[in-house]
């Protein structure tokens, strides 16, 4: 089956460690993206990537760091300067990063706990 | 970046009520995404608007995109449980680029 995966589900990690969440996808999609989501907040965007080997940030970068490498890969790292780490992280996916037919393909999503 | 605003942050209703949820944005968009998500779940693409005045129906879905193309609008008739969840409307970002904004969405609560 064709999707995206993110694992784990549930993270728990102790301040001030680095984390590194999985994203992967198998749809041949250019374009990867990857969103916070706190209650209320809506959706973040915390990096993008349109291309392998180029990645762009979002509108709150700072804290984290991203890889493209692959193109069906593009891991987020947590590190030790988010200030305020635990949330629920979203992958996602589209075909092309410049089309307008704009529909996004969401990962289960992964749970990031900080104790 | 380019926002979308998006009211109300929550709704109850009863079921057999209806539900609407807005988005608008103070720039013209060249179109808009509707998301739904469950509890628990992740958001997964319901339907994107191009043209003005836009109409599409889904069921007892109804989804609008103003003639000024700034809002738009969700409309459910005759709510059900399974309608519970948050639903979000998303634009293009600033400068016509194609990464999406999110509004902060709607969180509907239908009661039984």
């Known amino acids: 089956d064709g999707g995206i995966t993110q694992s784990p589900k549930y993270l728990f990690r102790k301040e001030g460690q680095n984390v590194t969440l999985s994203c992967e996808q198998n749809l041949n999609h250019d374009a990867m993206y990857w969103y916070r989501q706190d209650p209320g907040q809506g959706l973040r965007l915390i990096y993008y990537?349109?291309?392998?080997?180029?990645?762009q940030k979002g509108d709150i970068a700072e804290g984290y760091s991203v890889s493209r490498e692959k193109k069906e890969s593009f891991p987020l790292t947590v590190t030790s300067a988010q200030k305020n780490p635990t949330a629920f992280y979203l992958c996602a996916s589209k075909p092309r990063g410049d089309h307008l037919y704009n529909e996004q393909f969401f990962g289960p999503g992964t749970r990031l706990t900080v104790l | 970046g380019q926002q979308v605003m998006q009211i109300p942050q929550y709704q109850h209703v009863q079921e057999g009520e209806d539900f609407t949820t807005y988005c608008n944005s103070s720039?013209?968009?060249?179109?808009i995404q509707w998301y739904k998500q469950r509890p628990g779940g992740h958001p997964v693409f319901l339907i994107q608007?191009?043209?003005?005045?836009e109409v599409k129906k889904q069921k007892r879905l109804t989804f609008q995109f103003g003639e000024a193309k700034k809002n738009s609008s969700l409309h459910i008739t005759a709510t059900q449980t399974t309608d519970v969840g948050t639903y979000f409307c998303a634009g293009p970002g600033s400068g016509g680029s194609y990464i999406p904004t999110f509004g902060r969405g709607t969180s509907l609560i239908v009661h039984p």
């Open positions: 990537s349109q291309i392998v080997n180029d990645f």
């Open positions: 608007l191009v043209k003005s005045g």
């Open positions: 720039t013209t968009l060249s179109n």
